[in-house]
C-alpha cells in the first residue's frame, strides 16, 4: 500500500492493521533536541483510546506506546522516530461472517477490488479508526515542536452531534472544559444531552456522526506553499486521511457563500502595534498560506457504518442479495474520539510547513 506516509520535511509514516500483531509510527524529519518521552505521547494516545466510557467501543486496548529508535537520554536524537503499540484485545472470529458479506459504509468492497481479496479485512484491517492511533503518535511529537519553538497551539472540540449542535461560540475559557465529559463537547449543558442520544443510538443498534471544531492560534504569517501544497491543501488532506470524515470547511466555509463580499471580507486593523484582522472569516488562511489569524476549521464525520441492525447486502461468492448484522466492538459516534486525532494531524501538517518555511531550526 503506497500513500501510508505524509509530509515533507516532517514525514509520518504510519503502519500495521486493526488485529496485526502491533500498530506503530516512524516520523522522520523531527529537529534534534527536542525534549520528549513516552508519557507525553502516552497523554495523547489516552485521550483517544477506546473502551473507557459507554459511548465508544467496548474493545478495551492499553494502547501503551513504546518509542524504538530516534530518541536518546530523553531528547531527539535527528533520526527517524519509531513508536509502537502492541494490539491485545482483537476478537478477529467476530468478523469471519464478513470475508464474503459486503458491509454497507464500509471500504470492504473496493478494497477487496483494489488487493484482490488478500487485504486484512479483521476489523477494517488498514481502514480502521485503530490506526489513528498512529497519528497521535506522531502528532503528539509536531504539537511538542510547535509548542516550545513557535507557541502553537491546536484546540479541537466537538460542536455538534447528530443534530444536537452547541449554543454558544467556543472562546479561550472553555479550552481547559474540553476534557471535561465524555463527548468532549466543552459546554457540559449540551455535553450532556449528546451523551444521551449518543447511547440511545446504541440501544437502537444505529449511530450518529456529528462536527469537530479546530482552533489553531499563534501560527506565524507566511506558512504554506501554493498552489499545491498550500495549507488549506494540505491540511485538508491530512484529515480526510481520518476514517468516517466526509467534509471539511476553513472560516466561513460554506456559510460564506451565502454573504456579499462586504460581509465576507476581514478588514484590517493595528492592534498592539500588530496587522490583524476585525473578523476571522477567512479561517486564517488567504491565497493558501497562513495570514498570522487562528486557523478554524469545521470536520464533518458521518455516522459509523457498523451498526447491530440488519441491513441488506450482497455475498460476493454467491452473488446473492442476503441479510446482514453485524456483530463485533464498534462506536455508536466515532467523533468523540476525534479531537486528539484531528489536533494531531493539524500539528503534524503546520509542524511540516513551519520546517519548509525555516520558521524552525534545524537544531532546537
Not at 505521547?41 to 483517544?48: E, H, N, S, V, Y
Not at 516550545?148 to 443534530?163: A, H, R, Y
Not at 469537530?212 to 506558512?223: D, F, M, R, W
Not at 495570514?291 to 454467491?318: E, V
Request: glycine share 10%; with cysteine.
Amino acid at each position: 500500500m503506497s500513500g501510508s506516509s505524509i509530509g515533507q520535511r516532517l514525514v509520518l509514516t504510519s503502519f500495521g492493521e486493526s488485529h496485526g500483531k502491533s500498530i506503530g509510527a516512524v516520523l522522520d524529519g523531527c529537529p534534534a533536541g527536542l525534549e520528549i518521552n513516552e508519557k507525553e505521547i502516552q497523554k495523547m494516545l489516552d485521550l483517544r483510546r477506546p473502551g473507557q466510557n459507554m459511548i465508544s467501543t467496548q474493545r478495551k486496548e492499553g494502547d501503551i506506546v513504546e518509542i524504538v529508535s530516534g530518541v536518546f537520554r530523553g531528547f531527539t536524537t535527528g533520526a527517524p522516530i519509531t513508536m509502537l503499540v502492541w494490539n491485545s484485545d482483537q476478537k478477529s472470529k467476530d468478523y469471519e461472517s464478513l470475508k464474503t458479506k459486503l458491509r454497507p459504509g464500509h471500504s470492504d468492497y473496493p478494497a477487496m477490488v483494489k488487493y484482490n481479496h488478500f487485504n486484512d479485512h479483521r476489523g477494517g484491517g488498514r481502514f480502521s479508526g485503530r490506526l489513528t492511533a498512529t497519528h497521535v503518535m506522531g502528532g503528539a511529537i509536531a504539537r511538542k515542536l510547535l509548542k516550545v519553538s513557535l507557541g502553537i497551539e491546536t484546540n479541537s472540540f466537538t460542536s455538534q452531534i447528530g443534530k444536537i449542535k452547541m449554543e454558544k461560540e467556543f472562546n479561550e475559557k472553555m479550552t481547559s472544559s474540553i476534557y471535561k465529559n465524555e463527548v468532549r463537547c466543552p459546554e457540559n449543558k449540551t455535553a450532556k444531552i449528546m451523551r444521551e442520544n449518543i447511547l440511545n443510538a446504541r440501544k437502537r443498534g444505529d449511530s450518529l456522526g456529528g462536527i469537530i471544531e479546530s482552533i489553531t492560534t499563534n501560527v506565524p504569517v507566511g506558512l504554506g506553499e501554493p498552489i499545491f501544497s498550500s495549507l488549506e491543501s494540505d491540511l485538508s488532506k491530512a484529515i480526510f486521511s481520518i476514517p468516517s470524515v466526509k467534509g471539511i470547511e476553513f472560516g466561513s466555509g460554506f456559510l460564506g457563500s451565502e454573504m456579499n463580499g462586504s460581509e465576507n471580507n476581514d478588514l484590517y486593523t493595528i492592534k498592539n502595534g500588530k496587522i490583524t484582522t476585525v473578523t476571522n472569516n477567512s479561517g486564517g488562511i488567504l491565497g493558501g498560506i497562513s495570514n498570522g489569524m487562528p486557523i478554524t476549521m469545521r470536520i464533518a464525520f458521518k455516522p459509523a457504518s457498523s451498526i447491530s441492525q440488519k441491513q441488506s447486502t450482497i455475498d460476493i461468492k454467491t452473488k446473492k442479495e442476503v441479510i446482514l448484522q453485524v456483530k463485533g466492538r464498534h462506536d455508536p459516534c466515532v467523533v468523540p474520539r476525534a479531537p486528539p486525532v484531528v489536533d494531531s494531524l493539524v500539528a503534524l501538517t503546520i509542524a511540516d510547513h513551519a520546517l519548509l518555511a525555516g520558521v524552525i531550526k534545524p537544531v532546537l
